[in-house]
């Protein structure tokens, strides 16, 4: 059974750092795209950025340059690292796995974490 489970999330002034972990467990595949999703109250869950097991990585245009996804697979854990953080960043985050990486079928197909919430203000 695959699970992950994110943590970092918190309150923080808009400029601001937050780094968030989703620590992976369970999963058997010998490729998987994982990624970072944010749901805004009201709002559809977009995607945030994704990376594969080769490390090819992408973003949302909001946040090209600002946020930096990266994994240790070592520890299975990915990583977000957010800087210069707004208040439209503001959102609960999810961690996402899909086997294969296969990351144009994340959202439909992947594993999900509970969320952590990243509140950013002004």
């Known amino acids: 059974q695959v699970q992950l489970v994110e943590s970092g999330g918190g309150s923080v002034q808009a400029g601001g750092s937050l780094r968030l972990s989703c620590a992976a467990s369970?999963?058997?595949?010998?490729?998987?795209?994982m990624g970072w999703f944010r749901q805004a109250p009201g709002k559809e869950r977009e995607k945030v950025a994704t990376?594969?097991?080769?490390?090819?990585?992408s973003y949302t245009d909001s946040v090209k340059g600002r946020f930096t996804i990266s994994q240790d697979n070592a520890k299975n854990t990915l990583y977000l690292q957010m800087n210069s953080l707004k208040p439209e960043d503001t959102a609960m985050y999810y961690c996402?796995?899909?086997?294969?990486?296969?990351?144009?079928?994340?959202?439909?197909?992947?594993?999900w974490g509970r969320g952590t919430q990243v509140t950013v203000s002004s």
């Open positions: 996402a796995a899909v086997g294969g990486d296969y990351c144009h079928l994340l959202r439909v197909l992947g594993y």
């Open positions: 990376i594969d097991s080769d490390g090819n990585t």
């Open positions: 369970g999963y058997t595949y010998s490729s998987v795209c």
